[in-house]
């Protein structure tokens, strides 16, 4: 049986201040009924650490070497120094503006693997490729790539989260059915690549204007397993809400 996984994406939102004030208001409301986390931009995530008593901190990227001539960026030691455990890796919105591709992402899940952290790795594809009937074909070629070297054992407790790049943030949400058909799918190429005792334990979340009450019926689909959720997870109501619906 596997928990479900709810992780907020906060991208380049709130403050230092905001976050301290969000986790007061919100860590406390989680229940046991779901692994409920936010992921931070880099500042403030020592912040929410200090204030998580329930919620997981996850970090939205990080860099795949240990440390170098790499201006601007963060390292897993960094991260992990400041108790940070998780990290979201190739969000789509990094694969589109920032250059991330299925070797940079792959060379991320191997360094945070190595580093005993949990990668939440997106896969999706892009209204083009959806119009196209090219979903399953993207998905494949993205997990298959970010998965290239990881042994069994590290596989299994991979998150993976499908977001379809035309549902996020434009309010169009992929239906229960067209998700899950995706989902299952993404489980099926884990399993030929590991075998299905391993598919069956790797959480894949859903991703894409997930919204508190679509939510229950979200997570009754046999292959979600809980949800990327963006717009959201920035308003304290309505991450309580998503909390009260799984209650
Ligand atoms: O990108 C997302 C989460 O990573 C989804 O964002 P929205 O929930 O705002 O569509």
Redesign the pocket.
């Known amino acids: 049986m596997r928990k479900p996984i709810i992780v907020g994406?906060w991208?380049m939102n709130k403050t230092i201040a905001d976050t301290k004030a969000f986790v007061a208001a919100v860590d406390s409301a989680c229940n046991d009924n779901a692994d409920w986390g936010i992921a931070t931009p880099y500042l403030a995530l020592q912040a929410a650490k200090e204030g998580a008593k329930n919620l997981i901190i996850a970090a939205e990227n990080c860099h795949f070497k240990d440390s170098g001539a790499y201006t601007g960026e963060i390292s897993v030691e960094m991260l992990k120094e400041i108790g940070i455990e998780w990290v979201?890796l190739g969000?789509?919105?990094r694969r589109q503006y920032f250059g991330e591709t299925d070797e940079t992402v792959n060379a991320k899940m191997l360094q945070v693997l190595h580093n005993d952290m949990t990668p939440i790795v997106?896969v999706g594809e892009t209204l083009e490729e959806y119009e196209a009937g090219t979903t399953k074909d993207v998905v494949k070629t993205q997990t298959v790539a970010a998965f290239k070297d990881v042994c069994p054992n590290c596989a299994g407790r991979v998150v993976i989260?499908y977001?379809p790049v035309w549902?996020?943030?434009?309010g169009k949400t992929a239906t229960n059915e067209i998700a899950q058909d995706v989902c299952a799918y993404i489980r099926s190429v884990v399993a030929e690549l590991y075998g299905q005792e391993v598919a069956d334990k790797v959480r894949i979340q859903y991703?894409?204007?997930?919204k508190p009450e679509g939510l229950k019926e979200l997570l009754e689909q046999p292959d979600i397993d809980g949800a990327?959720?963006?717009?959201?997870?920035l308003v304290e109501d309505s991450y309580k809400a998503m909390i009260a619906a799984l209650d």
């Not at 549902?167 to 434009?170: F, M, V």
């Not at 990327?228 to 997870?233: D, F, M, T, Y």
């Open positions: 994406n991208k979201i969000h789509s919105e997106c989260a977001e549902a996020i943030g434009t991703g894409g204007s997930v990327l959720v963006g717009g959201a997870s």
